[in-house]
């Protein structure tokens, strides 16, 4: 029997994400939460890296909280779909509906 060995396409499958939606982010309790948060941040750390830590700590809870997040889906084409076969693809299911 013939035995082949695949070579790697070299490209990651595409897996679902969590992504930010900064631009509807909550602004006003962003706003708020930041005043709060300043009197703190300005007050801790005798280093400039513990006071980089908090800052990122600060940015990150503010993301978590105040900018919704969506989730990207794993495309459910082939790897070897491009764009003239989506075309194609698209045109003929395009036709079917005309018939129908």
Known sequence: MLEVEWVESGS???????????NITNVLGL?????DKFAVW???GSCLEEIWNNLKNIV????????PHKIIRK???????????????Q?????IIEEN
Not at 60 to 67: G, K, L, Q, T
Not at 76 to 89: A, G, H, M, Q, V
Request: proline letters at 6%; hydrophobic letters at 25%; aromatic letters at 10%.
């Open 75 to 89: 495309n459910s084409d082939p790897e070897y779909y491009n764009k003239e076969i989506k075309r194609l693809n």
């Open 31 to 35: 706003q708020t939460f930041l005043r």
């Open 91 to 95: 045109r003929s299911e395009k036709h």
């Open 12 to 22: 990651e499958p595409q897996v679902e994400r969590v992504v930010p939606v900064y």
């Open 60 to 67: 990150n809870e503010c993301i978590e909280s105040f900018v």
């Open 42 to 44: 300005a007050s801790n």
